[in-house]
Structures are given as structure tokens and as C-alpha cells.
């Protein structure tokens, strides 16, 4: 019979089926199923088709439709390398432009199984589409097996060929060295491209040389963010540095030649190469070190002459800036002059190029403010703001104040919170190093003055007030953890320009937040300088007379006492001072009111519009009256009589609470005699530490509070879930990916226990929860790529987008395919199921919500709660686990030798806050620590919680510590006092449960 050819009328519609699918997998990714893009494929990529279906074909893998299996990237995979030994052939280059990015969507699996298969010559195909005639296919390679390079370097160092079954170790030694060889050798090409290319191809060699030295671990360091080290690209980079920069003067003249669009990346990776040059000469100390290297003269097909001379690499490296980039940056738009700012930034920040900061810095400044204002720049405000702050140390006098003006504009700008509030304390902390290391004091007062900080004395909640005071506070927290000689100095300055907080009446929070840290800042100074004359001068002649005039009366006592330890003599009435603070301890404005029967219990939490609440820092402020009230009586004895009388007062107006009419009475029997009288001392300017502190304020930056050691975070910690008979072992556990925190990583692990082969069997994987799959292959089944040699292994992952909080169950499923294809495959039974840890799917808080008042607001706004019992023995340490996703609130927390009570705050990858409390007693008769885990936050949280609420109290203390005794919650009982108080809680009970009816209400309540 005949073969029949394909009729024009058949190409035709295996044309027009191709276009719709491309625009169908366009606009929708999700529309189109496994059968239509199989077939489509099969035709566009049969030896018969026309050149327009391949391109038809090869575009519609590169959008990569979501029901591509492995058995379809495999076909594409076929049709792209198929392509590519074909590439020396006349009309190809239509093709390879469409051709080629398609390795950029393979899977990785595919693709280092492509360039294992020696048989294939892959790298020969790569060279040979790097010397194509067609320019823009040269520049669509470059850039694409660059792209694809990294990212297999990246999976070779993670977890190497171990997806791979090989025959011993040995071999896949040896198969990873031809791997790593191929990888070097496409950048040995690219560098090659730099330097001879022409200049559309060497722009993009440029470019890829600069994405990957600017993921090297050296110059990551020299980022405000922290450097996270990619051995891989490490590795690459430290092969291609030493073959590039003997060639750098070449690399710079070619590179000068590129049109000026094309000079921005070239720029980029050569300041890289100065800086690593810089850095590998090994010279720091400028004006001294020389660092000497030996750079190329001459091209080397020239033999006769020398082809090596010794340089300067600082100079090199001025050189290229003076002669180059500051020129081009002047001239260059906007958009092109912030690239070529960050280039010249790295090479200012090597040591060496100390003394032409001064030079440079003031050529940037001029256009970094327009820069920051440009709607062009929206996007990379944040990178302009850093290098901003960079160079403020070299900006001359006259424009520093400027600078800083702008720069906390434009900080102010932005939207995420937490970014802000750590670009103004990297701000404030850069000026305070300048000002103090120059001692120019006079700087910082004018920028005190200026308009960044207007409105703030008034404290009203207005945009212009808030960011003065999130600046004022900023400012503070860097003069509060400054380790500078003259930070005291500013200090001072800055306080002596804020005094006016202290004058001003109004009570709104923002003013009282500017007070308390006024105050944190004060008696840091206080405390630091020893008492100096001016400090003593400024608190006495100034702060202590508008003292009684702040309306907060924590604020009042603070001042108080420093008055009382500071100043050794004082007309100030501070006794008569003292005594309205004791005898008007619960009608301040601070806290005012009986306490509610509910204050503090953990479930109804107070503070309703008809009872109101004591204030939180009523018993410190109390603690500190009576320590003021004791350095009184040593100084002056004749003030004991008067000290009794105002303590029986404050007895006989709070005999309700039962704490201050006890130490009220204990301290009258210690002012007597009649008890034993404590030797009196206390050397601490913070009387009240748990308001004014530095470690309260900023528990993230405290350097007082102790570190202690998180536990160690393992991200594959796995889980064998086949049974101990099993043929294949499989060991299941997770990885958290970099890009898209909400997805989770699945690891298996297959392992061949028998003492023979395993091949052609696959391992189905069932998943029940909110999750979704978002792996390439689209498709549930693992298989194995060959055959799995006895005791030998293989690894794989699929890719789960997690779409709420839940505990999701994963089960897995061993088939066998049949010998023959008329025979069913074999089926093996499920596997134990894998959940997902909670912790999986937490994410720390920003350090500054690691506070009591965040807690206790989280606490008392949760949707839902449960309450589990727990104990241990006595033996057992009651510690936190310090868990690196969880944030332990130690303000919150309470530890005795009878009570502990821990108080912890985390967050959901879905911004759901979840807040937990372990509270322990010790029973002395059996010597058992008994006590609840609360859980609050959403209902969704909360009852994916209830599901295994173990797995949760790993995550926040040691497993051995407790046991879970009882999952059902406890009852806690409303303490009640009053008869109204009672009637609405059994009416509130009454109506959750719906036991009784409103009669029966009534009468129970008569009854009480």
C-alpha cells in the first residue's frame, strides 16, 4: 500500500487548531485538557508539518497549559532537541526563536536528564546554537541556557541526581561532573560572547553575567537584606571570576562600545568584577595597602609581546567610574541613571575607595532626589531609598540635612509598615553614626527643627503628625542602641529639643506614646552618663518643674524618681509630689475605677463601656511611689510621721484591693519598726522597667534581653509511611519554596528494600484538604525515570499551593504497570497518611508586634478559642521551644517556682493571628504541674487546631515537656460578684446552650 502524504488541506487545520489553542491557553491556562494539547503536539511536531505549525506548537508549550503531563513535556522536550541538531540547516532560525524558550518552562527533571544522556552531545547542540548565523537566535540561547544553567545548578548542589536511579554512588559522581562540566562550559561561552560578540549578542551576554554575580554570596553581603547563600551559583561565580577579570580592560572596551540602552548591565557586572578584584587583593586600609593585579595587556594571539601587567586595582576601579559611569550618569535618563548608581554603590563600598566616596557622592546626590519622586521609580523606591542611605556618610555638610529631609519623605511615602519602619531606623542610625563621629551636634538640632518633626508636641492623629512621630520614633530607638562614645551628647540635643512634649495637655495616645519614649530616652541618659552637669542641669532646672503637669501619671512618677536619684538637692516639693500620687493612685488617667469582676480572667477580658478597668501598670506605679517614698525617708528622716498618715490613707481608700492594702500596711510596720527593716537600695534609673525600658519598648533590638538559642530548623524532616513489609519504602516530608510562601513543597522518597530491581511502577498521591496542585506535570503520579536498583533510591516533589489554614492528609499508593497492555495494573494498598505540620504553614510576626499590648489585643479580639489540659511532672524545665516561626511574648509571661505561664503570638501565611497561653500550677500533694493550652484565632484556624492540638504544643514547648490529658474544652467558670453580672451570664449561657426557657431564667435569677 502506498503512503499517503499529508494534503495542504490537512496542514490548514492543524494550523487553525493550533492558533485556537494558543489564544485559548493565552487567556486561559486552565481551558484546555491533556488529550487536545497531546494531539495538537503530535501533529505540529511530525517530520511532515509546515514550519508555521512547529512555531504554532512550540508557542503553545511555552505558555506551559497546566494539563501537561510528564509523558507531554517529554514529546516537547523531543521536538526541541530534535530542533536543535538541526540548527546548522538553512531556514532554522524561525524555529529556534521559538524553539529554544521552551527549555525555560521544562521541568528541571527533563532537563538534567537531557544533558546526563552523553549519547545526545548536548553540549556539542549548545555550541552549535551559540554560533548560529542568526543574531537574534544567538541572543535568544544566551539568555535562555543562562537562565536554565542557574537553575539547574541550583537543584544539582540542593539535592544533586538523586531523582536519577543509577547502578552505584560512583555513577552518579561521575554523572554529576558531566553535569557540572556542561553548566561551566555555556558560561565560558556567554564570557566569550562578552568580549568578541557582536554588540546586540554581547549585551545579552552582559546581562547574564550580571543577574548572576549579583546572586553571588559577595555581593549579596553588601545589602541592607540578609544574604542568603546559594552554593551553586557560589561555585559559579568563583569558576568565572578568575577567567574574567585578567580580560577586564577588553571586557570595559567592548563594552564601551555598546549602544548607550545596552551600557547599563555591562557597567553593573564590570563594578562587580572591580569590587571582587578589590576584594581579592586582599587590601582594606586605603592610602596604605596597595592592591596589586595582573591583568591582561594584550590580546593573547599575540605571543611576542607581554601579556600580562601589574595594576592597581582601586585604581582600575576609580578609573572606570571617573572615566565612564559618572559621565553616562549625568547624561542618562532617570530610569538609567538608578542603574547606574548601583553600580557605582558597589564599588564605593570596598574600604579602599574611602577618600573618593567624598567625590562621588556629591555627583549622585544632585539626581537621587528627582530619582526618588519619579512615577518611573515607583516599583524600586526602596532600592533608591538604600543607596540614599548609603551614601549619607560621605554627603557633604551642606546638603546632609537635604538629603535626610528627602529621604524621610520619601520613607514616609511608602505603604507596607513594616518596610517604613525599618528604612527610618537605618536612617536615623546612619545620621546619628555621621553626627556622632563628627561631633556635629549642630546638624542634629537643625534637623530636629525642621519640618519632618512638625506637629508632633501636639499629638493629634493627623498624616503629617503620624510621620513625625513613627520618625521621632525611629530616632529614639537608634539613640537608645547606639554604641557611639558622643551618642549622650545627642542625646541631650534631642531631648532638649522635645522638651515641649512635656508642657502640652492633651491626652490623646499618639501624644502619650511620644511621652513614653521621651521619657525611655531621658532616663537612658540619666542612666548612662553618670550624672554629667549638663544632664543634671537640663532634668532639674527643666524637666522636673513641668514634671507635674504631664497628664500621665506613669510618666510623672518616672520623672519622680529621677529627680529623687539625680538631683541631690532640690527645692521641688517632690514629697507633697509623691503623696498626690499615692493618695489619688486610682482616679489618674492612666486607670481609673474599681476592678471589673471580669479584669484578666482570659475570656470576657473587661473593659466594657459600663465597667471599667484598672490601669496595667497599676501595681508597678505603686511599687515605685512606695521605693520614691523610702529614698525620701533616707534622706530625711522628720518625714516619717507624714509618710504613716498618707499610707493609712491609701489604705483606707483601696481596701478592696487586696494587694496595695497589704504592702501599704507591711510598708507603715516597716517605717515603725515593728517588722524588720530591708537594707534599702536600688540602682536603676527605670522604676517602672516594663514601660520605659529598652527592652520593652524594642524587645527585637534589645541587647539587655538574653538570646537564647532558637531550636534548629530542619526543613526535611521525614516521615516513612509504608509499613516495615513493604517493598519500597517511601519516606514523605516538605520544603517551604522562596517565591510563593503559601506553597509547600512535598518530598518523597523512594527506596528499593528488596534484593532486586524495581522498574515501570508509579506512586499515586491522594491529597484531602484546601490545597492545590500547581506542580508542571499537572498530574498526581511520581514515576520513576528508569529502574530503581536493589537498595537503591530516588527522590521527587510535587508542588502543593495550600489555599487556607488545614491540616491537610496526604495518602500514597503504589501501582505496578502490567507486564502486557491487556492486563489491569496492580494496585498496592494505601499508605499511612502524612499531615502537614502547623508549623508548616506559620510565619513569624515582625519582631515589633512581639509585645503584651499586641498580645493582649490579638488575645481579646479572637473569633474562637480552645482549652486542652495538660500536665507534667515536677522534674520536667518549663521553657518555651523558641520554635523560629513563633514568637514568645516574654512581657506577657510570667515564671515562678509554683506558676508559669508562657504567652506565644504567631501568624498564618494567610495574615490570621493566633495566639496560645500555657498556664501551669504545682500541686504540692502530688507534685504535678497542672494546667491548660488556650488557643484563640479564627474558626478556621481554631478548628483545624482541634483536629490534633498535640502537633501544636510540640511546636511551642519541648515534646517531652507535657501531655495532653483531655481534647475536650474546659469549662472555665465566670467569676461573677454581682447579681446583675450573674443574671447576664446564665442568660448568655442559657442562650448558647438551649436548655432553658426564659421563665425558668427569671425565676433562678429571683431566686439568687
Keep these: 500500500m502506498m503512503e499517503t502524504k ?20 493565552t487567556t486561559k491556562k486552565h481551558a484546555l485538557t491533556r488529550t487536545e494539547v497531546f494531539n495538537v503536539l503530535q501533529e505540529c511536531f511530525s517530520p511532515e508539518t509546515t514550519t508555521q505549525c512547529k512555531i504554532l506548537g512550540f508557542r503553545l508549550a511555552g505558555l506551559a497549559p497546566s494539563c501537561i503531563t510528564t509523558e507531554v513535556w517529554q514529546l516537547i522536550l523531543d521536538a526541541a532537541v530534535k530542533e536543535l541538531a538541526g540548527a546548522a540547516a538553512q531556514g532554522t532560525a ?55 544553567s542557574i537553575n539547574c545548578t541550583k537543584v544539582l548542589f540542593a539535592r544533586g541526581l538523586t531523582r536519577f536511579p543509577f547502578e552505584s554512588n560512583e555513577a552518579r559522581i561521575v554523572a554529576q561532573q558531566d553535569v557540572t562540566s556542561i553548566l561551566t562550559d555555556i558560561w565560558k561561552l556567554t564570557l566569550q560572547a562578552a568580549e568578541v560578540e557582536s554588540p546586540e549578542v554581547a549585551a545579552v551576554a552582559f546581562a547574564s553575567l550580571s543577574h548572576l554575580f549579583s546572586r553571588s554570596h559577595a555581593i549579596r553581603s553588601l545589602s541592607s537584606h540578609h544574604p542568603r547563600q546559594e552554593s551553586g551559583l557560589d561555585e559559579l561565580v568563583a569558576w568565572i571570576f578568575p577567567q574574567a577579570f585578567p580580560r577586564f580592560d577588553v571586557l570595559k572596551a567592548n563594552a564601551q562600545t555598546l549602544p548607550t540602552e545596552s551600557h547599563l548591565h555591562a557597567m553593573k557586572w564590570l563594578s562587580m568584577v572591580a569590587y571582587m578584584m578589590m576584594q581579592k587583593s586582599g587590601a582594606c586600609t586605603p592610602g596604605i595597602a596597595i592592591a596589586m593585579m595582573e591583568l591582561d595587556a594584550v590580546a593573547l594571539e599575540d605571543q611576542d609581546a607581554k601579556t600580562t601587567v ?41 574600604p579602599l575607595q574611602h577618600y573618593n566616596q567624598w567625590k562621588w557622592s556629591s555627583v549622585l546626590i544632585t539626581r537621587l532626589t528627582a530619582i526618588i519622586h519619579s512615577s518611573t521609580m515607583a516599583r524600586q523606591r526602596q532600592d533608591v531609598i538604600r543607596i540614599q542611605l548609603l551614601l549619607l556618610d560621605a554627603t557633604n555638610t551642606f546638603d546632609f540635612a537635604n538629603v535626610v529631609g528627602s529621604t524621610i519623605d520619601s520613607i514616609a511615602a511608602l505603604d507596607n509598615v513594616t518596610t517604613r519602619v525599618g528604612l527610618m531606623y537605618d536612617l536615623c542610625q546612619a545620621m546619628l553614626v555621621r553626627v556622632c563621629r563628627k561631633r556635629q551636634f549642630p546638624l542634629l538640632q537643625s534637623i530636629c527643627t525642621s519640618s519632618c518633626f512638625h506637629g508632633l508636641p501636639l499629638g493629634q492623629a493627623k498624616g503629617k503628625t503620624n510621620a513625625a512621630y513613627e520618625t521621632f520614633r525611629s530616632l529614639v530607638e537608634a539613640l537608645l542602641f547606639c554604641t557611639h562614645a558622643n551618642v549622650p551628647h545627642a542625646r541631650l540635643v534631642v531631648l532638649q529639643q522635645f522638651v515641649a512634649v512635656l508642657a502640652n495637655k492633651s491626652t490623646t495616645d499618639l501624644r502619650n506614646a511620644t511621652l513614653v519614649l521621651f521619657t525611655a530616652l531621658l532616663t537612658q541618659l540619666c542612666q548612662d552618663s553618670c550624672a554629667a552637669p549638663p544632664v543634671l542641669d537640663f532634668l532639674h532646672n527643666v524637666v522636673l518643674p513641668l514634671a507635674p503637669k504631664v497628664p500621665s501619671a506613669n510618666v510623672r512618677v518616672q520623672l519622680y524618681w529621677l529627680g529623687l536619684k539625680f538631683v541631690s538637692s532640690t527645692q521641688l516639693p517632690i514629697m507633697s509630689w509623691v503623696e498626690t500620687e499615692l493618695l489619688g493612685l486610682l482616679s489618674s488617667k492612666d486607670g481609673s475605677g474599681r476592678p471589673s469582676t471580669t479584669y484578666d480572667d482570659g475570656i470576657l477580658g473587661g473593659g466594657t463601656k459600663n465597667v471599667r478597668t484598672v490601669d496595667a501598670h497599676l501595681i508597678p506605679r505603686f511599687n515605685a511611689l512606695l521605693l520614691c517614698l523610702r529614698w525620701l525617708l533616707a534622706k530625711d528622716g522628720s518625714l516619717k510621721q507624714r509618710a504613716v498618715q498618707v499610707l493609712a490613707h491609701v489604705r483606707t481608700q483601696n481596701n478592696f484591693h487586696r494587694f496595695v492594702s497589704d504592702t501599704a500596711v507591711e510598708t507603715i510596720e516597716e517605717i515603725t519598726g515593728m517588722a524588720r527593716r530591708e537594707r534599702f537600695g536600688f540602682s536603676s534609673a527605670f522604676v517602672l522597667p516594663g514601660l520605659f525600658s529598652p527592652a520593652s519598648l524594642f524587645p527585637s533590638r534589645s541587647m539587655d534581653m538574653p538570646q537564647q538559642a532558637p531550636v534548629k530548623w530542619k526543613e526535611e524532616v521525614e516521615t516513612v509511611v509504608s509499613g516495615s513489609c513493604d517493598p519500597l ?48 506535570s499537572n498530574n498526581m503520579h511520581i514515576r520513576a525515570t528508569g529502574e530503581v536498583k536493589p537498595h537503591g533510591m530516588f527522590k521527587s516533589e510535587k508542588l502543593f499551593r495550600f489555599l487556607r489554614f488545614s491540616r491537610a492528609e496526604f495518602l500514597f499508593r503504589l501501582v505496578v504497570e502490567p507486564s502486557s497492555p491487556e492486563m489491569p495494573p496492580t494496585s498496592m494498598g494505601l499508605s499511612n497518611p502524612y499531615y502537614i505540620p502547623f508549623d508548616a504553614m506559620f510565619t513569624l510576626p515582625d519582631p515589633t508586634l512581639w509585645t503584651a499590648p499586641y498580645f493582649q489585643a490579638s488575645w481579646q479580639s479572637a473569633d474562637a478559642n480552645k482549652i486542652y489540659k495538660i500536665q507534667a511532672t515536677q522534674g ?46 504545682l500541686d504540692t500533694t502530688s507534685r504535678v504541674w497542672k494546667g491548660s493550652l488556650e488557643v484563640r484565632s479564627t474558626h478556621g484556624v481554631v478548628d483545624e487546631v482541634d483536629k490534633a492540638p498535640r502537633d501544636l504544643l510540640d511546636v511551642l514547648v519541648p515534646s517531652t515537656t507535657f501531655d495532653l490529658i483531655e481534647d475536650n474544652i474546659v469549662e472555665r467558670p465566670v467569676a461573677c460578684v454581682s447579681p446583675r453580672h450573674r443574671t447576664f451570664c446564665l442568660i448568655l449561657s442559657c442562650a448558647r446552650r438551649g436548655l432553658l426557657h426564659q421563665h425558668s431564667i427569671v425565676s433562678s435569677c429571683e431566686t439568687t
Design 6 to 25: 499529508p494534503t495542504e488541506t490537512d496542514a490548514t487545520k492543524v494550523q487553525q487548531r493550533a492558533t485556537k489553542h494558543v489564544q485559548t491557553a
Design 94 to 148: 524561525l524555529v529556534l526563536l521559538h524553539s529554544i524558550p521552551v527549555f525555560d518552562v521544562l521541568p528541571l527533571t527533563l532537563t538534567l536528564g537531557f544533558l546526563q544522556q552523553q549519547d545526545l552531545e548536548p553540549l556539542k547542540k549548545i555550541q552549535a546554537i551559540f554560533s548560529h548565523e542568526s543574531v537574534d537566535v544567538r541572543c535568544v540561547a544566551l539568555a535562555t541556557f543562562c537562565r536554565v
Design 310 to 350: 601589574k595594576v592597581r586595582a582601586d585604581l582600575v576601579a576609580a578609573d572606570m567610574v571617573e572615566s565612564w559611569c559618572l559621565p553616562a550618569y549625568v547624561n542618562a535618563s532617570l530610569t538609567q541613571a538608578f542603574s547606574i548608581c548601583e553600580a557605582i554603590a558597589i564599588v564605593m563600598q570596598h
Design 729 to 776: 519504602c517511601l519516606k514523605i516530608s516538605y520544603r517551604e519554596p522562596d517565591d510563593h510562601p503559601e506553597e509547600i513543597a512535598l518530598c518523597v522518597t523512594c527506596c528499593n528494600v528488596t534484593n532486586v530491581p524495581w522498574s515501570d511502577f508509579s506512586i499515586g498521591v491522594g491529597v484531602k484538604g484546601a490545597v492545590k496542585l500547581v506542580d508542571t
Design 876 to 921: 520536667k524545665k518549663m521553657v518555651p521551644n523558641h520554635h523560629v516561626k513563633v514568637a514568645f511574648v516574654a512581657d506577657a509571661s510570667m515564671d515562678t517556682p509554683f506558676l508559669v505561664h508562657m504567652s506565644f503570638v504567631t501568624w498564618t501565611k494567610w495574615n490570621e493571628c493566633v495566639c496560645a497561653t500555657i498556664s501551669c500550677c
